[in-house]
């Protein structure tokens, strides 16, 4: 008798157990994942953000999202810039392809977010005529607010320096051209591990010690244009099932025309004492005979 009604006791308790992991996950459902449906509101001052503003970024393939797509890109950014973990988004129709588009022009237009990493979104709760809740993104950095702060400190001494040259050259052409051959000067192209595949894919490989790949060169030339005032943004080639056959590159917006730019590519040709401005400002017709040319790209009137 004493045993059964011991375990009449863990049964009751064994399912209390479970209608309470129940209503706790329903209320974490609510709680964490609620979205408001407004816009995070941006710092009042610029030197409120802890590393970087976000101001003064040419933001080319935002400019290829419809208009509530940009809200969800405005609300990445701010969200980012800010450091949150939880980023409620303005949009709940969301599917996961148009995610990763909006996701992929944020990180694209914005290099100067090195932290960003992984994001993850809760959409509908169980089936929709039950529980249908706003998106929302939570947001795994690569840094904490603390080790960027410091890692854009290390940065600092070798891309300012680059600014302030570039800054002082006559021409437009000029200025495009120091940072070109100032990034090959700098970068040491070098294979990675595994594990440091997210330095390795942002400016901090090329402006923390030189070891760089492809994504290094590019990222860091496209944030230097945006400094000096330059229209430019980043190309890639990600459709290879060998990843490590994927690409990126740089456009600039000179003269009223798009030309595109190889860094890694003249890098390597300066290495083997060839041409290092073989893929220097080049027209679309000449650049895709070597290039596969992604989709969107911004493209030049016709002559």
């Not at 816009?39 to 400019?63: C, L, T």
């Not at 392809?97 to 909006?102: A, D, G, H, L, N």
């Not at 929302?136 to 891309?159: G, V």
Request: aromatic share 12%; net charge negative; glycine share 4%.
């Amino acid at each position: 008798m004493k045993k059964r009604k011991i375990s009449e006791v863990i049964d009751k308790i064994f399912n209390v157990g479970i209608v309470v992991s129940v209503i706790i996950f329903i209320y974490v459902a609510f709680i964490e994942y609620r979205a408001d449906g407004k816009a995070i509101e941006p710092y009042a001052r610029e030197e409120d953000y802890p590393v970087f503003s976000g101001k003064n970024v040419y933001e080319y393939w935002r400019s290829t999202l419809s208009k509530d797509e940009q809200a969800v890109y405005d609300d990445l950014k701010e969200g980012h810039l800010q450091f949150r973990k939880s980023i409620s988004l303005r949009i709940d129709t969301l599917n996961d392809e148009t995610m990763k588009k909006i996701y992929d022009a944020f990180l694209q237009d914005h290099p100067e977010i090195f932290w960003k990493g992984r994001y993850q979104t809760a959409g509908k709760i169980f089936d929709k005529e039950q529980i249908d809740t706003k998106k929302t993104l939570r947001a795994d950095y690569l840094y904490t607010q603390e080790e960027a702060i410091s890692l854009k400190e290390k940065m600092q001494q070798n891309y300012e320096p680059i600014i302030e040259e570039a800054q002082k050259q006559e021409t437009e052409l000029d200025k495009i051209q120091y940072v070109h051959d100032a990034l090959i000067q700098l970068g040491n192209y070098q294979k990675y591990e595994k594990e440091q595949v997210d330095e390795y894919q942002s400016i901090v490989s090329i402006f923390r010690d030189g070891n760089t790949v492809c994504s290094g060169y590019s990222l860091g030339f496209k944030m230097i244009m945006d400094r000096l005032g330059i229209e430019s943004t980043v190309a890639r080639d990600i459709s290879n099932e060998d990843v490590s056959k994927n690409h990126i590159w740089n456009l600039v917006h000179y003269d009223g025309t798009w030309y595109n730019i190889d860094i890694t590519w003249d890098a390597d040709n300066l290495q083997n004492e060839k041409d290092p401005y073989k893929y220097f400002m080049k027209s679309h017709e000449t650049f895709y005979k070597t290039h596969k040319k992604p989709e969107g790209l911004p493209e030049n009137p016709e002559p």
